[in-house]
């Protein structure tokens, strides 16, 4: 993931994944299952928001061996907007995350039709440095996450949850311009 800085206020969001899928054949590394690519152009209105509006394509890689009438690959195409407003909290940072993507996605039939469907996204963030009381190079932090993810459109025939993550990353910040996280 990378936010390049532009100018004052904006930034290029620039966010890559290789995503893999276990199989019997490939036991621990899996194979190929999609790439992702998410760009965005960001403002940052003021200290306490940032909104962002981009792009996605994401290549699907056929897991299950390809027929005649099948693709190897098949391209899916997103466009998402994002509002992240920011909260500071006796030397924490509480973040309020809201994303929407609008999805056109398609089977890998040769003749597949392309599918709309909406994805609705709300993320609640803690960030807590654990060796002092700001945030600044050189502190260590722990940051727990829960996001709530909703989907919408025609082909929805279930539920319209589609996935509760919940999770923790631990980062350091070398410089102002550069953290680690994992």
């Not at 206020?9 to 995503?19: D, G, K, S």
């Not at 809201?98 to 597949?112: K, N, P, T, V």
């Not at 502190?139 to 929805?156: C, D, N």
């Not at 993550?165 to 350091?172: A, I, M």
């Amino acid at each position: 993931y990378g936010n390049i800085r532009l100018s004052d206020r904006f930034y290029w969001v620039a966010q890559t994944h290789f995503r893999f899928h276990q199989t019997e054949d490939t036991p621990f590394a899996g194979q190929m299952a999609q790439v992702y690519n998410r760009h965005a152009l960001s403002y940052q209105a003021s200290k306490s928001l940032r909104v962002s509006l981009g792009g996605v394509l994401r290549l699907n890689f056929n897991m299950d061996g390809v027929a005649a009438d099948e693709r190897r690959v098949v391209p899916e195409w997103r466009i998402w907007h994002e509002y992240l407003f920011t909260q500071p909290l006796e030397g924490m940072k509480l973040y309020h995350r809201i994303r929407l993507e609008h999805r056109w996605s398609q089977g890998y039939g040769d003749a597949a039709e392309y599918i709309f469907r909406n994805r609705w996204r709300y993320m609640l963030k803690l960030k807590v440095p654990l060796n002092g009381r700001h945030f600044k190079p050189g502190t260590f932090y722990v940051s727990p996450e829960a996001e709530l993810i909703m989907q919408s459109g025609k082909t929805v025939i279930d539920s319209p949850l589609e996935d509760l993550r919940l999770h923790t990353s631990f980062g350091y910040i070398i410089n102002p311009r550069l953290t680690v996280a994992t």
